[in-house]
Nanobody, 124 residues
């Protein structure tokens, strides 16, 4: 069973940057899709970004394209999310996720493992 642990959340002013990291343990995720979701209080969890293994394509939710970049280090079983030009509406709890083998779109990503979440707060 894989365990995912996020880090890097915090408080930042609008226009600033944060980098989230996620470390996987328990089983290798080098051939799994890894990605990020976010959830605001009282709302459904929504997709943010995913990374296919082996240099495959990455996908992003439209509102974060050109601002967020997902990267992964398969040797270290980690995935990161670099978030630039943050906006107040990016304020959410961000969850690392893993599962499946290949995604041709965000809709193909059905995680079977989740992290505990890390809070990102963007002040205006």
């Amino acid at each position: 069973q894989v365990q995912l642990v996020e880090s890097g959340g915090g408080l930042v002013q609008a226009g600033g940057s944060l980098r989230l990291s996620c470390a996987a343990s328990g089983r290798t995720v080098s051939r799994s899709i890894m990605g990020w979701f976010r959830q605001a209080s009282g709302k459904e969890r929504e997709f943010v970004a995913l990374s296919n293994w082996g240099g495959g394509a990455s996908y992003y939710e439209d509102s974060v394209k050109d601002r967020f970049t997902i990267s992964r280090d398969n040797a270290k079983n980690t995935v990161s999310l670099q978030m630039n030009n943050l906006k107040p509406e990016d304020t959410d709890v961000y969850y690392c996720a893993a599962g499946g083998h290949w995604a041709r779109s965000a809709g193909d990503f059905a995680p079977d493992a989740w992290g505990q979440g890390t809070l990102v707060t963007v002040s205006s």
